[in-house]
């Protein structure tokens, strides 16, 4: 054997692996996908974490990082029981728990009653144990036989490795000693439940000792109540109607794209609901979890387009912008799940006649200014995508796609917006904030503001976004 050569030496086995690695005796079926099924498990359990917490954080870079990575989860998590399926499985037993003591360790970290404790757990103890696990699979396998999963691996170890690097930065800028002191015997009792478990893989002799449950005694109930930092001074705060100002024609456009970027950074509060509705319906085919997911993420991603869009401009978007979360405020607290997506679905395909999405990117274009336009074009793209996971997950639920549509409008005006009730409690006052944003760009873009649209002063007590009047007013 030790004269084999490839053909002039080319790359053997497809340069998968060296030969005497395809000769290792590997993984046998039975062993690989029981631990793909425990990876899988973790990828849906991290998901599931990183989509509940995304409401209640107060932190806007973590919404957002929780939102990707929740995404990327659920992208892996699908992945995994594709290749679980090709395994001689059924039945795939995908829902089942692999390990009570895998199981408690992520009930504790969703449980996590702090920021700094949640970060710790996710970043310092979950994603590191699953990326070992992935590392030690690639390992261990026959790379040959199972080219299949170590393929999968690859590719999650790559995301993982930006979750971690994430993760990292996070907890260096969050946790002081003194937190990391008080929750170290917290953080050791996680390693002792992947201990017991026998690793994250279920690879390792699994040690005897009988774990008890700390964050996790009472179960983790969801948080609806959307909370902000802050730079959310004024979540309240109704002042200005961004539709109304985009549909007046005799409006300047370079004032338009303001609105724009105010509209995409007022869609942090999508992923806010969403988050709810996804984990408040349980027992949906998984599919349906990874398409939610990817649509909250995209919306999570055009808040971000806003926020780069201000920073661009020369707007300092927490002084002089104020992004309210009443609308999924409302929509959380009012109405149930089924409600929510209903309002969504209707919101959706609302955008998609000639003056929705269409018409802010032609806005965009004509005001000449790129990013804009490139933030619209691809804003446009993705609610093209969310308008089909609401007809394949939403509008199914229905006789025809008119009664979707009604119900939603329906569950939308249902809810109670509190314009004159927030001012009465001192809860905002809803200044007028955009003659100051306005002012701001023009002085940094060096023009001459538009003394119309300086003037503006329209604000959501009478006219809701898809410019029909407010019906219920409380
Ligand atoms: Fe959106
Ligand atoms: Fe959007
Ligand atoms: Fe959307």
Redesign the pocket.
């Known amino acids: 054997m030790k004269n084999y050569r490839s053909y002039r030496d080319l790359p053997s086995l497809a340069g998968l692996c060296a030969l005497e690695e395809a000769m290792a005796p590997g993984l046998s079926v039975e062993k690989c996908v029981a631990r793909l099924k425990r990876y899988h498990y973790a990828f849906k359990r991290l998901h599931h974490i990183f989509n509940a917490r995304i409401t209640a954080e107060p932190i806007y870079e973590l919404k957002m990082g929780f939102s990707l990575h929740a995404h990327l989860c659920a992208e892996h998590a699908t992945a995994l029981r594709a290749r679980v399926g090709e395994m001689r499985e059924p039945p795939l037993g995908l829902e089942v728990v692999p390990d009570k003591n895998l199981e408690i360790f992520f009930d504790e970290i969703v449980a996590a009653p702090a920021t700094e404790t949640l970060i710790a757990g996710i970043y310092q103890k979950a994603v590191p144990a699953l990326k070992a696990a992935l590392e030690h699979h690639v390992a261990q396998t026959n790379r040959l036989t199972d080219a299949p999963s170590v393929r999968l691996c690859r590719f999650a170890l790559l995301e993982l490795e930006d979750m971690a690097a994430f993760g990292l930065k996070c907890a260096g800028s969050l946790i002081s000693a003194g937190q990391a002191e008080a929750m170290r015997p917290w953080l050791t009792l996680l390693d002792d439940c992947l201990s017991a478990a026998g690793g994250l893989d279920g690879s390792r002799e699994s040690g005897g000792k009988e774990i008890l449950r700390q964050f996790s005694k009472t179960p983790f109930q969801f948080v609806k109540t959307p909370r902000r930092d802050a730079r959310f001074p004024d979540p309240y705060n109704m002042g200005v109607n961004a539709e109304v100002f985009l549909y007046d024609e005799s409006m300047p456009a370079d004032a338009k794209v303001l609105m724009m970027f105010y509209k995409r950074l007022r869609e942090i509060d999508?992923p806010e609901m969403m988050a709810g509705i996804i984990a408040e319906t349980p027992g949906k085919p998984w599919n349906y979890y990874r398409d939610m997911t990817r649509?909250l993420w995209?919306?999570a991603r055009h808040a971000m387009m806003g926020e780069v869009g201000f920073a661009q401009a020369g707007v300092e978007w927490p002084k002089n912008v104020m992004i309210n979360f009443t609308w999924s405020l409302g929509l959380n607290t009012q109405l149930t799940p089924m409600e929510r997506h209903g309002v969504l679905y209707f919101i959706?395909q609302g955008l998609m006649p000639k003056n929705g999405k269409r018409h802010e990117w032609e806005v965009a274009r004509k005001s000449h200014h790129p990013l804009c336009a490139l933030f619209q074009d691809y804003d446009w793209a993705?609610?093209v995508l969310?308008a089909r996971i609401g007809r394949d997950w939403y509008l199914k639920e229905f006789k025809n796609a008119a009664e979707g549509v009604e119900y939603g409008d329906r569950c939308w005006s249902k809810v109670l917006v509190g314009w004159n009730q927030w001012r009465q409690e001192g809860l905002t006052g809803h200044r007028n904030w955009w003659p100051d944003c306005y002012r701001q760009a023009c002085q940094h873009w060096n023009v001459e503001a538009d003394p119309r649209a300086l003037a503006y002063d329209t604000t959501y007590e009478q006219v809701r976004a898809d410019l029909k009047a407010i019906s219920a007013s409380g």
């Open positions: 999508v649509q995209d919306e959706e993705d609610e969310h």
